[in-house]
């Protein structure tokens, strides 16, 4: 049995390509329906305690979007009850409103997971602080305003405005 770590089940690692229908055109085991596609990662999540969950439920990194793929995760989010997770963090570069999702993907976790939601996707203070507010999720994940700002929880708390990221500043992380 294995101990904490965060198990990612998003952005395109082998376990979302088992719920996404782009990656598993072929009818084995593992594939051809919502209850077989998410079968391999319930069986991880039986072996794991203390764990907590990475899910991307349209993170397409390249492939196709497929609305079926809402039929997999509206399986999954709900068995997901059963399991002991520190929290479910949801995978997303934007957190925007899906219109085949109700909401955003931290929205629809929401709805389905009873469990700790961390929202993650392009957040700053102020948008996490309304996510919060609204109750769509417990925990934000700020990575960007981090990376501009390394003195970023100095410059919320004394209310000082932020550096803007920009992508050319993982450059000198090199």
């Not at 593992?30 to 391999?40: F, K, L, P, Q, T």
């Not at 995760?73 to 929290?87: E, G, I, T, V």
């Not at 102020?126 to 970023?152: E, T």
Request: charge should be negative; glycine fraction near 10%.
């Amino acid at each position: 049995m294995v101990q904490g770590f965060t198990q990612v089940a998003a952005n395109g690692y082998l376990l979302d390509q088992f719920l996404l229908w782009d990656t598993k055109g072929h009818k084995d085991q593992w594939g051809g329906s919502e209850e077989n596609m998410a079968h391999i990662l319930l069986e991880v999540l039986d072996a794991v305690t203390q764990v907590g969950l990475r899910l991307s439920p349209v993170g397409y990194l390249h492939l196709e979007h497929d609305e079926r793929g809402r039929a997999v995760f509206d399986y999954l989010l709900p068995k997901l009850n059963h399991y002991p997770f520190a929290y479910v963090h949801t995978g997303m570069l934007e957190d925007t409103p899906y219109p085949h999702l109700g909401g955003t993907v931290t929205q629809y976790i929401r709805r389905l997971y009873d469990g700790t939601v961390i929202a993650c996707g392009g957040y700053d203070t102020d948008s996490g602080r309304q996510v919060l507010q609204q109750g769509d999720a417990d925990l934000i994940a700020i990575v960007r305003p981090l990376f501009a700002n390394p003195d970023c929880i100095e410059k919320v708390r004394s209310n000082q405005s932020l550096t803007s990221y920009s992508a050319d500043m993982l450059d000198t992380l090199i």
